[in-house]
């Protein structure tokens, strides 16, 4: 494993998601990256409970069903907490959205000013490609 | 009665070294398990129990029971991160009652200093089998920046305030200038604290503990090995443990596994938080101590931030005397692990063995408290409570 991740730019990222060894490990969550590389955001949603999760199980963690199904996200959500990490050598924003289906996840605020984001924020999805190749959820405000 | 009551803590013994370059990991663990059985009064042919966690070189018991040639029947490696050594206290009596072992040695060291690990800003680096990498490594994640976002959703649910979290750090610090071995003695003010640098808004560095090499050990017996060493006593009577989960991403970021923890130690205790004379609760930043103190009772939800103000925290000042040895922010976090200095401190309060001007008086009940790892959200968490017999 190399050096820290972080992100780049979506160029060629959306193609080569497969050889990417956090999809590799983990061969259920491919439709959720293969949707991803295409810009669109998929949940895990409980047939039983019906409930959406976070990060994705191929069973409800809630409930354990094993009857779970990847359903398309409204893709909006608001800021839950988050850090502004200063002491970095490109500071960034670390934060929890909490997704409209309920859940919240890490991720990252960006496009925005630092100085602007706030706890309750509204927040709509946008993808950044991820330095070993699949594009990954982060999140700029509305 | 419950498994747990009938073990003593008969030794224990922190490294006085902070900066260790000339010596092996190996060699502290060895050092510190010596130093623990003299302080008990102990040799290493009484050990039959062994207990480490990640920190031990090959992540098993097995490379330095090898190592210090100990003889064996009960080991135990559970990896709960920095808290794992107060597990390791409330297996110990678990396998002590069970009559696995009679003299359990715990040891942890680790060289972060010498060996300029940056713990708290570096990213965590996540194994990308681990089930939440996928879903966390882009982003960057790391420990400081994450307990600022508990911090930061704690001033946003119940108003609590940077110079409140400073008061943490100010306590720390008034404790640590008695302590000769401590790496911070400096006295620090509010003013001190919110003049140092952000490292992760709203927390800055000196809400983040010290980065030190070092280590320490512990000795758990039986009841009647330990009536018979020259120590006085010191009992282990309750303890709790538990994962606490991201349930789902249903979370919350103003609790800790404290909450479950604390609970079930203090129940096995048979006691309140309001009879704890001296609280030893893990400081590896500033916020994590308000919201445990708040999980493990000493305060209501919501109020820990105007518990720890004014001094609150400061053992002959305050109500309750915190962290005597000046904690994770000032004196000592070994292997950035600190569970175990939080034990030994405990004891020394109970011995009566503390610094003189940081001893609580008559200080027959203490509670060692801490996290361990960092899931996101979640954290392992234990709880042990000690009683001066």
């Given amino acids: 494993m190399g050096g820290p991740e972080g992100t780049k730019q979506m160029s060629e990222a959306a193609l080569d998601f497969e050889s990417d060894p956090y999809v590799a490990k983990h061969p259920q969550s491919r439709p959720f990256w293969a949707a991803a590389a295409h810009g669109q955001f998929l949940l895990p949603r409980c047939n039983s409970c019906e409930r959406v999760h976070w990060y994705p199980r191929p069973f409800c963690p809630l409930c354990k069903s094993q009857s779970v199904d990847w359903v398309p996200a409204s893709g909006h959500g608001v800021v839950y907490s988050f850090s502004v990490m200063r002491k970095a050598e490109q500071p960034y924003v670390l934060a929890y959205v909490q997704l409209a289906e309920g859940p919240a996840m890490m991720t990252n605020i960006v496009d925005a000013e630092f100085d602007s984001i706030h706890v309750g924020q509204p927040v709509k999805v946008a993808f950044r490609g991820a330095e070993t190749g699949r594009s990954v959820p982060v999140f700029t405000p509305i | ?389």
């Fill in chain 2, 1 to 389: 009665m419950s498994a747990t009551s009938k073990a003593y803590i008969a030794g224990a013994f922190e490294h006085p070294t902070r900066y260790a370059p000339t010596k092996s990991i190996a060699d502290l663990h060895f050092e510190c398990a010596q130093g623990a059985l003299a302080d008990a009064g102990l040799t290493f042919a009484d050990v039959d129990g062994y207990f480490c966690a990640g920190d031990a070189p090959g992540a098993s018991p097995a490379w330095l029971a090898d190592y210090m040639n100990l003889q064996l029947r009960h080991l135990d490696g559970t990896e709960a991160g920095g808290c794992s050594y107060l597990l390791h206290i409330a297996h110990a009596a678990e396998a002590i009652a069970a009559n696995k072992c009679s003299v359990a040695l715990i040891t942890l060291s680790g060289k972060p200093r010498s060996l300029g690990v940056a713990t708290g800003t570096a990213v965590r680096q996540i194994p990308p089998e681990r089930p939440d990498a996928p879903w966390e490594i882009a982003y960057q994640p790391t420990i400081v920046a994450v307990n600022a976002m508990f911090a930061k959703r704690h001033m946003y649910e119940f108003g609590t305030t940077r110079e409140q979290l400073a008061w943490i750090k100010v306590a720390a610090s008034h404790h640590a200038q008695h302590n000769e071995h401590a790496l911070l003695r400096n006295v620090v003010t509010v003013e001190d604290v919110l003049n140092s640098p952000v490292i992760a808004d709203p927390l800055h560095r000196l809400d983040c503990c010290v980065i030190t090499d070092g280590g320490g050990a512990l000795v758990v017996t039986r009841p009647e090995i330990a009536k018979s060493l020259k120590r006085p006593l010191v009992r282990i009577a309750g303890c709790g443990e538990t994962v606490k989960t991201q349930t789902g991403g249903y979370i919350d970021l103003t609790r800790t596994g404290a909450a479950a923890s604390g609970a079930v130690a203090f129940a096995e205790a048979g006691i309140k938080p309001a009879d704890v004379k001296y609280a030893s609760v893990y400081d590896n930043f500033t916020i994590m101590v308000l919201i445990q103190l708040e999980d493990l009772g000493f305060c209501e939800r919501g109020k820990g931030g105007r518990f720890v103000a004014d001094g609150n925290l400061i053992s002959g000042v305050g109500k309750l005397p915190w962290n005597t040895d000046g904690g994770g922010l000032c004196n000592n976090h070994p292997a950035n692990r600190g569970g175990m200095t939080k034990a030994i401190e405990a004891v020394r309060q109970l011995r009566g063995e503390a610094h003189p001007a940081v001893q609580v008086r008559n200080c027959d009940l203490a509670l060692a408290s801490g996290p361990g790892l960092v899931m996101g959200t979640g954290q392992n968490h234990a709880t042990v409570i000690l009683e001066r017999e």
